[in-house]
């Protein structure tokens, strides 16, 4: 079968344009039905050395160094935005309007308002768009979808989450600048809540329905940092942690901790679920492993069960080796490329799309604004949407 092609336009370089380039140039691989195949066309990135020893690196047909050059060039199909996120927007919306398909990095954008014109601009134009909220594509989480869909934990009581880190302890780093744009909230909006937060915040939604209102509080444990810009000590103005706790519209409580000062944690990203029938628990750092209580055994044999997601007949695990073999991190990233090149054929949304994230956007604005606020926070505002 002659595959058609879908010409890829990647912008920005870092850590994110190579998990996706590295999806991009996998999926034809090991999905050998897809009726469509990446083609990486280009990519741009600010610095030329830069951008030219990546497309050398990864297989990019050409690049370009200024974005609007790439969304205006005709032999592109989708553009795949892996900026840092003040730069959502801008790109998302101008590459909508050139009638390309849109791939963007999470969080949506930095706030709703920019949100709000994100899905604004995929809505009207009609074109493809998904959000790279890759985490749900992992196997066991995929699992723990279809076991909370099939109704084996009954009605749910809880969801506890956290995304745990602690790589900004030091006082002495910067903020702001090509490598901490994350500490400078021009850059990234806000701190841990839209960067490791609005992880949780999309799996616990996906899992576990819409989230009502939630009650907050945030932290900057240090307050003033150089600017790498000014070469100033300036105020801190993102969040270093964020605890909250909220209603779910199915009646359960949701407890959310992130932090990027838990000392020993790089990136313990956990879930856990109670329901009357049963409990599944999930970890980052066992990512093939799915736990599962089932109150129904018999009680002599009861007790957390251990399941190696790896076999033929679990989440995507058919296309990979065999039973009983892990899969990484990155072929998240190859599930999700795999699943939008099926939705360009199958002419389905490829979830979650702007519309989906915008709802994660929702409940992060919510939290800041009950911690600044010291109050509970409705998560029903809408922004001109
Ligand atoms: N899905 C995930 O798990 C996950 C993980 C990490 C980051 N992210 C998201 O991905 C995005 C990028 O994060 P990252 O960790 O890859 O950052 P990064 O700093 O490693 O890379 C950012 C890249 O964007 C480029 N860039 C910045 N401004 C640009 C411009 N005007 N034109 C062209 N290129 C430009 C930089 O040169 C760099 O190559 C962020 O939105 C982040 O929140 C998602």
Redesign the pocket.
Known sequence: MKKKELRIGL???????RTHSNGYKRVGDFFPDLAYKPILKAV????ED?VIAFAEQWGYESYETD?KKLISRDDIDAVDI????N??MEIAVAAAAAGKMVLC???LSRNLEEGAQMVKAVETSQVKNTV???YRRLPAVTLAKQLVESGKLGKIFHYRTNFLQDWTINENLPQGG?AF?RMDAEAAGSGVTG?LLA?CIDLAMWLNGGIKDVSAMTEIFVKQRLREETGKMEDVKIDDACIFHCHFDNGSLGLFESTRYARGHKALFTFEINGEKGSLRWDLHDLNKLEYFNNADESIVKGWRSIHVTDGDQPYMDKWWVPGLSIGYEHSFVHQVADFLKSIATGEECHPTFRDAYETQKVCEAVLLSAKNKCWADTDVDWNN
């Open positions: 912008i920005g370089c870092g850590f994110m344009g741009c990135s600010r610095s830069k974005w892996c900026t840092p996120n730069m959502h990095e999470k969080p790279w909220y890759n090509r744009w960067d992880h």
